[in-house]
T-cell receptor
Framework: DQQVKQNSPSLSVQEGRISILNCDYT??????FLWYKKYPAEGPTFLIS?????DKNEDGRFTVFLNKSAKHLSLHIVPSQPGDSAVYFC??????????????FGTGTLLAVQP | GAVVSQHPSRVICKSGTSVKIECRSL??????MFWYRQFPKQSLMLMAT?????????EQGVEKDKFLINHASLTLSTLTVTSAHPEDSSFYIC?????????????FGSGTQLSVL
């Protein structure tokens, strides 16, 4: 049973526009949420995270929104750039304070930013 | 920034042979490392948690005798796929936990693509 779902396997966006990637989870006990970016044949790189006590966290062009009641988080990238083209994974954890414990990953969304 | 080195990046082996994958934290000590595998177009699935100086903790459904994990030092964890078979072909990724004063972070290796013929 998939505890973390990214229902859009792919997304195509024009350069300069906003990219919105979505993630849903099933267990309300998760308290830390992360987004990773992954290129083919490489390991994931950390992008941004948010704890359950917040509903928004912003870092440059990247903003993560958390809706606890809906068990939903999203990653906004604005403006989108061709270099953002990659697979984006959301991940959840039970641990507060960082990505310290076991991470449960979503299935990923392939983002293609068109020049 | 912190770097995790994973080696080899790609390996092709014959069925029945064993393959060792190394994961090193280059500029920090990692008492805990994690091993993941990823099948094409699927999510990263945690296989086991590797703890320095003690036995690894395996996730349900992962054969500990097939996937041997050794974490003998604070900077090195190894995953050995024993008697590999074609169904073991996958992308294996390690991550290392860096403990800081205020938070902890996970850093991932670049992964190992294993192909078993």
């Amino acid at each position: 049973d998939q505890q973390v779902k990214q229902n859009s396997p792919s997304l195509s966006v024009q350069e300069g526009r906003i990219s919105i990637l979505n993630c849903d989870y099933t267990n309300s006990m998760f308290d830390y949420f992360l987004w990773y970016k992954k290129y083919p044949a490489e390991g994931p790189t950390f992008l941004i995270s948010i704890s359950s006590i917040k509903d928004k966290n912003e870092d440059g062009r990247f903003t993560v929104f958390l809706n606890k009641s809906a068990k939903h988080l999203s990653l906004h990238i604005v403006p989108s750039q061709p270099g953002d083209s990659a697979v984006y994974f959301c991940a959840v954890s039970y641990s507060w304070g960082g990505a310290t414990n076991k991470l449960i990953f979503g299935t990923g969304t392939l983002l293609a930013v068109q020049p | 920034g912190a770097v995790v080195s994973q080696h080899p990046s790609r390996v092709i082996c014959k069925s029945g042979t064993s393959v060792k994958i190394e994961c090193r934290s280059l500029d920090f000590q990692a008492t805990t490392m994690f091993w993941y595998r990823q099948f094409p177009k699927q999510s990263l699935m945690l296989m086991a948690t590797s703890n320095e100086g003690s036995k690894a903790t395996y996730e349900q459904g992962v054969e500990k005798d097939k996937f041997l994990i050794n974490h003998a030092s604070l900077t090195l964890s190894t995953l050995t796929v024993t008697s590999a078979h074609p169904e073991d072909s996958s992308f294996y990724i390690c991550s290392a936990r860096r403990t800081g004063r205020y938070n902890e972070k996970l850093f991932f290796g670049s992964g190992t693509q294993l192909s078993v013929l």
